[in-house]
């Protein structure tokens, strides 16, 4: 049982994460100009892997 809900949560997420790539941004209206466009990705992802290691680390004690 456990197993099969693993499972399901492995797929649905992989469908939510591959349904989110293929959207597409609005471009913004030719009388304005375009934000400065900046990735938010690098940071999150290390506080991200920070916050878990900190998890597994209480988590053991």
Same mark, same amino acid.
């Not at 934000?35 to 990735?39: I, K, N, V, Y």
């Not at 878990?52 to 597994?56: E, V």
């Given at each position: 049982m456990k197993r099969k809900s693993i499972n399901f949560l492995l797929i649905a997420l992989f469908l939510l994460i591959s349904n989110s790539g293929f959207s597409q941004i609005v471009p913004p209206a030719p009388n304005q100009r375009p &934000?400065? &466009?900046?990735?938010i990705d690098g940071g999150v992802v290390v506080l991200l892997v920070a916050g878990?290691?900190? &998890?597994?680390k209480k988590l053991r004690k």
């Open positions: &934000g400065p &466009g900046l990735p878990a290691a900190y &998890g597994i």
